[in-house]
């Protein structure tokens, strides 16, 4: 059955009775008694650890339908509490429904400085944020958006091995030469590579 046609949505806490660490999420369902705990990958993973006995569960909120159910959950599940050392939550809350230009722009800036943070000191975090965006990329280069580059089983001519070769080594031509991109996921930018790396930012690059 479709999540929208079900009869109860609800906002739940599960938490980890042995570390006390939590998560929250979203939930619709025609059977209340349907033995939910959550779906995301660290709540799993400390299901299977720790077992399900030893995990609580506890319904926050009803909410009357899916739509109000999603923009509730953005509302809860945010930076802030992303920040928190006890949440096993690894992304900020809901997944569509429509909101203003305004609220994605807010929420794309907040995702972004979560992410940057959880991005360097989480490995889960980090995991989950580089399939996700493997897959929005795939995605994109199956709708003809985008187009892979790939030098797999290609060769350079002899006439480009040489200019290679009687190239500048120095990098004193390359407008490029000394540089270096960076990034705070949600933008990227290029610096000196002998200036500091601001905070929140990495090396890297946003595709």
Known sequence: MARVKHKYHYIYKTTCLVN??????????SDLEDGYLGSGRRIWLSIRKHGKENHSFEILEML?????????????????????????NLMIGGEGGFISVEQQR???????KASAKKLKEDKDFRKVFMDRARE??????ERGEVNYAT??????SEETKKKMSEADRTGNNNSQFGTMWI?????SKKIKKSDPIPEGWRKGRVL
Do not use: I
Request: with cysteine; hydrophobic share 25%.
């Open 20 to 29: 006390q660490k939590y998560y929250v999420g979203m939930h619709s369902t």
């Open 64 to 88: 009357e339908s899916r739509s109000s159910l999603k923009e509730r959950e953005k509302e809860l599940v945010n930076e802030e509490m992303l920040q928190d050392p006890m949440c096993m």
């Open 106 to 112: 807010n929420r794309s800036v907040a995702a972004g």
């Open 136 to 141: 929005r990329m795939k995605k994109r280069h």
């Open 151 to 156: 030098f797999t089983n290609r060769k350079h």
């Open 183 to 187: 990034t705070d996921d949600s933008q």
